[in-house]
Each structure stands twice: as C-alpha cells, then as structure tokens.
C-alpha cells in the first residue's frame, strides 16, 4: 500500500507525516484491496480540511473531514474512509448465495 501525503497553504512536518503514516496502517490495515492512500491536507484561515482518497481493486472510496485542528481532521477522515469500506465490504458479502 503506498501513502501519498500532499499539503496545500501547510507545510508537512515530520509529526504530521508520521501520524498519518501510523494512522492508516492502524485504520486501514484490514483491508486488503486497498492500493493507493492519498491524503491532501489543506489549511484554509484558521480552518484544517483532510481530504483521503483511497483506490484499490475495484475500490474508490473518498473523504472529507474538517476540525480545529490538522490531527482531528486527519482522524476524522480517515475514520470515516474505515467506515465507508466496511459497508462496501459488507455489501459484497451480502450478495453471496445463503445455503438455507
């Protein structure tokens, strides 16, 4: 799985690229389709946006999250691309024949 890590109005520091390093191998390692992770960090004012962009085998899930700071945006989003593969995982099991 490779990580992509791009900043807008923000510089990535070694704390922040690391947190994001540990978060998605936590979050995302139940997952095997997964490919590619791009996460773009965006600092608008005094507004932190994550945006995560995650692509796979017959995968494309994308998130966004916003927070008072760079950290919880990057938490948020990333929880919520958990979420969103989980229900698409979900799904392609459910549509499995059921020997009743």
Known sequence: MQVHIT???????NGIRDHVYEKVERTLKDFPRVEDVRVILDLQKLDHFAEVLVQGKDLHVETKADAENMYKAIDDALDKAERRLRKLREKVKDHHPHGD
């Open 7 to 13: 900043g807008r109005h923000i510089e990535i520091t």
